[in-house]
């Protein structure tokens, strides 16, 4: 039998998965990964090997009554025919909101969920999709354990001071406090940095995760002192749709003046502003780059002035910083955001290396850098399956 951990990520329209093998020496290898998106709507299912080769890809009926709980039947129905011999040892599950209560991953049970559910209006855009994929797997297998990795729980380290907003102290006592995200990248980015370049890791680092969700995290020693991100996933950086930082007077100003309600200012903030808004184009940054429309370039601006100042604050919290790492899909990809990004922060010392930022190599700045910047890619669910294993084991 071929002892494996299937890893979730659900959203509000896709069903992210990885299935992990256990391989000797607890070693875990990726058997195959993929995504059933268009969840409701135009459903398409596809997956693939380690080496990126296609498994399956297939189209269904926009009539069909897509979910979490058809998704992952497809999804069952297919690890069953594929892997005749899968021994599923447990299910792991990004789940985005933990509270100020999970500083770890836990072993859902029913009255975690309870729990877990009563977090949902502070992530009311993810936290929803990520249970409803934990309720599908139960329905499917009662028995199997599921995990709930949390992206807050990275950020548990921080000191109260890091967590709080100037409002009287007893909303900071019922949970209204800074949180932060990306957490699971974090982590894997700053175990990854550890291992090659040890020394460094040591010390202050900001990672930079550029992806349709954006923040930034000062790390120092591995483990998180600051966030971008605030009580929600909308604060700190411009994100895909997301406004990011915002004077709470606008939202005020937008209730009670432009004649919005709650509903549409959760619309306006999380899908339709960021770079989408901005630009009025994409919110996808390759699609900005490749156009000279001044709003486009505008938009591309501010997405960098809002990482530049974020830089400056998070390296206070600090008290300086050693090295600046880029990670996730902008941050991985985009040579030219990379450049700009440490061209601003050439005040705290990076010098970037053009040539080997055009490369993608590991490290992007030159030797007379004082502050190094360096490019690694983030894994969030290869995360997700160690501590899914961790605490399996435990
Ligand atoms: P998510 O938060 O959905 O996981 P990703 O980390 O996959 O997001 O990042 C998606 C973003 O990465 C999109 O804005 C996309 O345009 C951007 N991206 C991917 N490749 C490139 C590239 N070569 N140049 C610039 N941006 C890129």
Redesign the pocket.
Known sequence: MTKAILVLNAGSSSLKFSVYELASGEHLHLLANGQIEGIPGAPHFKVTDHDGNILLEERWDADVKMDHAYSLKQLSGFLRSRYQALDLLGVGHRVVHGGARYAAPVRVNAAIMTELESFIPMAPLHQPHNLAAIRAVSAINPTVPQVACFDTAFHSTQEPLAQLFGLPYAYFERGVRRYGFHGLSYEYVAAAMRQQQPEIAAGKVVIAHL???ASMCAVHNGKSVASSMGFTALDGLLM?TRSGDLDPGVVLYLLQHEGLDAQQIEDLLYKRSGLLGLSGIS????VL?GNSEPRAKLAVDYFIRRISLELGALAASMQGIDALVFT???GE??AE?RRRVCLEAAWLGIRVDDAANDAGKSCISSADSSCSAWLIATNEELMIARHTLAELTR
């Open positions: 992806g349709n969700g895909g919110s996808d940054m390759r780059l996730a899909g902008i990809n985009s955001i």
